[in-house]
């Protein structure tokens, strides 16, 4: 949990809880998940150009034609993980950071592994000015997970992939949840993998446009 935080007093507050209110009404239904995003100040982590726009429930764009996603998947991203506080999480493509700032809320030891390094000191500024406490971002190719600190209760892709990278799939503890969008670069099915054993189970949630993941195990750039 977060040991120190902005708390609901910051001007943003109001439009926070309105699109915690439009999250509700489009389905998610985990409260930690929404309380999550109660908390977090997103306009710390978009651009000031789109700052107005950070409580909309809508992907912006962010740096090196990169997207914020859009809260809804993030949250039901988050929602498909079942997270209880407790679990080691391998984040890849932290891109703005914002989502890292959800899993720091609601799970235990993050780590993120983000492609392109501007992004990834950008995401590191923005989650200390929101005081989320500290997670560790690696600049790298994230289909290689983070072998160091493997194996991950839960791992969460947000960029698109034309399948599970298999590193990601050793680097899965038995029992753990996965969710990737798997797809063409046009258009993903976000795929819940669930590891029982060296058995793995996928259901698909919902359609979602994802920028593509770039590396050895995604698409070819
Ligand atoms: N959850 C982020 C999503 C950012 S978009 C947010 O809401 O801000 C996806 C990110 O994945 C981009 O920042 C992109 O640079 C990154 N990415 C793409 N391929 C990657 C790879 N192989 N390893 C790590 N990051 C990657």
Not at 101 to 129: C, D, H, N, T, Y
Not at 152 to 167: G, K, N, T
Not at 199 to 212: H, L, S
């Amino acid at each position: 949990m977060v040991a120190r935080r902005l708390g609901s007093a910051d001007s943003y507050g109001g439009y926070r809880s309105d699109l915690v209110d439009i999250l509700r009404e489009k389905g998610i239904r985990d409260l930690a998940v929404l309380r999550a995003v109660s908390m977090v100040p997103r306009h710390l982590f978009v651009p000031a150009a789109v700052r107005h726009r950070a409580y909309e429930d809508s992907a912006l764009p962010i740096a090196a034609g990169q997207t914020i996603s859009q809260p809804y998947v993030q949250a039901r991203s988050l929602e498909l993980l079942r997270l209880t506080g407790q679990e080691k999480v391998l984040e890849v493509g932290a891109g703005s950071g914002y989502q890292t700032a959800l899993l720091a809320e609601l799970a235990g030891p993050i780590f993120a592994v983000e492609r392109l390094a501007g992004l990834a000191q950008s995401a590191r500024e923005a989650l200390e000015a929101a005081l989320v406490r500290p997670v560790s971002i690696l600049v790298g190719d994230g289909t290689l997970g983070w072998r160091a600190y493997a194996p991950f209760d839960a791992i969460l892709v947000a960029a698109a992939s034309p399948e599970v990278p298999e590193p990601l799939l050793e680097q899965l503890a038995p029992g753990g949840r996965m969710v990737i969008p798997i797809g063409t670069h046009a258009v993903q099915e976000l795929t819940l993998v669930e590891r029982e054993g060296n058995t793995y189970r996928r259901t698909v949630a919902t359609d979602v446009r994802f920028v593509p993941l770039l590396g050895e195990f995604g698409f070819r750039s």
